[in-house]
Protein backbone atom coordinates (compact mmCIF):
# COMPACT_ATOMS: atom_id res chain seq x y z
CA UNK A 1 0.00 0.00 0.00
CA UNK A 2 1.36 3.78 -0.89
CA UNK A 3 2.47 6.16 2.06
CA UNK A 4 -0.68 8.13 1.19
CA UNK A 5 -3.10 5.35 1.33
CA UNK A 6 -1.87 4.65 4.78
CA UNK A 7 -2.42 7.98 5.89
CA UNK A 8 -5.87 7.39 4.76
CA UNK A 9 -6.68 4.42 6.42
CA UNK A 10 -5.01 6.42 9.30
CA UNK A 11 -7.01 9.57 9.43
CA UNK A 12 -10.15 7.21 8.76
CA UNK A 13 -9.61 5.71 11.61
CA UNK A 14 -9.73 7.94 14.37
CA UNK A 15 -12.96 9.26 13.00
CA UNK A 16 -15.48 9.29 15.36
CA UNK A 17 -18.84 7.04 14.54
CA UNK A 18 -20.75 10.42 13.93
CA UNK A 19 -18.65 11.69 11.85
CA UNK A 20 -18.23 8.35 9.91
CA UNK A 21 -22.57 9.01 10.17
CA UNK A 22 -21.68 12.75 8.65
CA UNK A 23 -19.85 11.46 5.78
CA UNK A 24 -22.41 9.18 4.82
CA UNK A 25 -24.95 11.62 4.70
CA UNK A 26 -22.58 13.75 2.67
CA UNK A 27 -22.22 11.70 -0.06
CA UNK A 28 -26.14 10.51 -0.01
CA UNK A 29 -27.30 14.09 -0.16
CA UNK A 30 -24.84 14.76 -3.04
CA UNK A 31 -25.90 12.05 -5.34
CA UNK A 32 -29.23 13.57 -4.69
CA UNK A 33 -28.20 16.81 -6.10
CA UNK A 34 -26.37 15.20 -8.72
CA UNK A 35 -29.88 13.99 -9.83
CA UNK A 36 -31.44 16.57 -8.94
CA UNK A 37 -29.09 18.88 -11.11
CA UNK A 38 -29.42 16.42 -14.25
CA UNK A 39 -32.98 16.09 -14.31
CA UNK A 40 -34.33 19.00 -13.34
CA UNK A 41 -34.44 22.79 -15.02
CA UNK A 42 -32.69 25.12 -13.12
CA UNK A 43 -35.19 27.22 -11.85
CA UNK A 44 -36.72 24.25 -10.30
CA UNK A 45 -33.17 23.65 -9.14
CA UNK A 46 -32.81 27.37 -7.53
CA UNK A 47 -36.39 27.23 -6.33
CA UNK A 48 -34.81 24.67 -2.95
CA UNK A 49 -32.99 27.82 -1.86
CA UNK A 50 -36.17 30.11 -1.64
CA UNK A 51 -37.43 31.57 1.48
CA UNK A 52 -37.22 28.69 4.20
CA UNK A 53 -39.26 30.72 6.88
CA UNK A 54 -39.19 31.01 10.41
CA UNK A 55 -36.26 28.31 11.43
CA UNK A 56 -33.81 29.20 13.72
CA UNK A 57 -29.76 29.99 11.88
CA UNK A 58 -27.35 26.31 12.19
CA UNK A 59 -24.89 26.48 15.41
CA UNK A 60 -21.67 27.16 14.74
CA UNK A 61 -21.18 23.03 15.40
CA UNK A 62 -23.67 22.06 12.99
CA UNK A 63 -22.20 24.62 10.06
CA UNK A 64 -18.76 23.28 10.95
CA UNK A 65 -19.62 19.32 10.79
CA UNK A 66 -22.06 19.59 7.53
CA UNK A 67 -19.12 21.84 5.69
CA UNK A 68 -16.43 19.40 6.48
CA UNK A 69 -18.61 16.36 5.99
CA UNK A 70 -20.05 17.90 2.51
CA UNK A 71 -16.33 19.44 1.44
CA UNK A 72 -14.92 15.67 2.34
CA UNK A 73 -17.09 13.79 0.30
CA UNK A 74 -17.38 15.77 -2.59
CA UNK A 75 -13.63 15.44 -3.32
CA UNK A 76 -13.81 11.86 -2.75
CA UNK A 77 -17.06 10.93 -4.94
CA UNK A 78 -16.49 9.36 -8.46
CA UNK A 79 -18.77 12.42 -9.55
CA UNK A 80 -18.03 16.20 -10.18
CA UNK A 81 -19.83 17.87 -6.85
CA UNK A 82 -19.16 21.34 -7.67
CA UNK A 83 -19.88 24.29 -5.12
CA UNK A 84 -23.38 24.19 -6.47
CA UNK A 85 -24.39 20.36 -5.64
CA UNK A 86 -22.35 21.34 -2.20
CA UNK A 87 -25.12 24.30 -1.82
CA UNK A 88 -27.60 22.13 -2.92
CA UNK A 89 -27.06 18.97 -0.11
CA UNK A 90 -25.87 21.48 2.37
CA UNK A 91 -29.46 23.46 1.99
CA UNK A 92 -31.14 19.40 2.19
CA UNK A 93 -29.28 19.11 5.00
CA UNK A 94 -29.80 22.02 6.55
CA UNK A 95 -33.95 21.48 6.30
CA UNK A 96 -33.63 18.04 7.41
CA UNK A 97 -32.56 19.59 11.00
CA UNK A 98 -34.89 22.53 10.50
CA UNK A 99 -32.53 25.47 9.94
CA UNK A 100 -32.59 28.13 7.98
CA UNK A 101 -29.94 28.79 4.84
CA UNK A 102 -29.32 31.40 1.68
CA UNK A 103 -28.30 30.86 -1.72
CA UNK A 104 -25.17 32.68 -2.75
CA UNK A 105 -24.07 32.98 -5.92
CA UNK A 106 -20.82 35.51 -6.87
CA UNK A 107 -18.59 36.22 -9.85
CA UNK A 108 -15.46 38.22 -10.80
CA UNK A 109 -12.82 38.01 -13.05
CA UNK A 110 -10.32 35.96 -13.38
CA UNK A 111 -6.60 36.68 -14.60
CA UNK A 112 -7.56 36.07 -18.27
CA UNK A 113 -10.47 38.51 -18.00
CA UNK A 114 -13.09 36.31 -17.79
CA UNK A 115 -15.85 35.59 -15.63
CA UNK A 116 -15.59 33.22 -12.96
CA UNK A 117 -18.71 32.06 -11.06
CA UNK A 118 -18.98 30.31 -7.93
CA UNK A 119 -21.33 29.45 -4.59
CA UNK A 120 -21.88 29.08 -1.54
CA UNK A 121 -24.35 28.54 1.39
CA UNK A 122 -24.51 30.50 4.35
CA UNK A 123 -26.69 29.87 7.70
CA UNK A 124 -26.95 33.75 9.00
CA UNK A 125 -23.33 35.11 8.45
CA UNK A 126 -22.06 31.81 8.87
CA UNK A 127 -20.76 30.01 5.21
CA UNK A 128 -21.23 26.57 5.31
CA UNK A 129 -20.28 25.50 2.10
CA UNK A 130 -18.01 26.74 -0.98
CA UNK A 131 -15.85 28.78 1.99
CA UNK A 132 -12.73 29.53 -0.17
CA UNK A 133 -9.91 31.80 1.12
CA UNK A 134 -10.83 34.68 -1.57
CA UNK A 135 -14.69 34.38 -1.31
CA UNK A 136 -14.59 38.50 -0.20
CA UNK A 137 -13.55 39.04 -4.01
CA UNK A 138 -17.00 37.44 -5.65
CA UNK A 139 -19.56 40.04 -5.61
CA UNK A 140 -22.92 38.47 -4.92
CA UNK A 141 -25.35 38.02 -7.50
CA UNK A 142 -29.00 39.31 -5.75
CA UNK A 143 -31.18 36.11 -6.14
CA UNK A 144 -33.91 37.58 -3.73
CA UNK A 145 -37.28 37.60 -5.50
CA UNK A 146 -34.79 36.56 -8.84
CA UNK A 147 -35.52 32.71 -8.92
CA UNK A 148 -38.44 33.71 -11.84
CA UNK A 149 -36.06 35.02 -13.93
CA UNK A 150 -34.45 31.33 -15.02
Known amino acids: MSKSADGIWQRAGRLSAGHWKALLT ?10 EHHHKPIK ?20 QLVG ?18 QAMAGSMWLDRIGRTYKLNIGVRKNTA ?3 EAHAWLTSGDIVVTGNLPDLKEFSPMPLENGISRF
Not at 26 to 35: E, F, N, T
Not at 48 to 57: D, L, Q, V
Not at 68 to 85: G, Y
Request: proline letters at 4%; aromatic letters at 10%.
Open 26 to 35: AVWLLARARY
Open 44 to 63: AVLERFEATGSRSIATPVET
Open 68 to 85: WALNSAAARVPWRSDCLL
Open 113 to 115: GGL
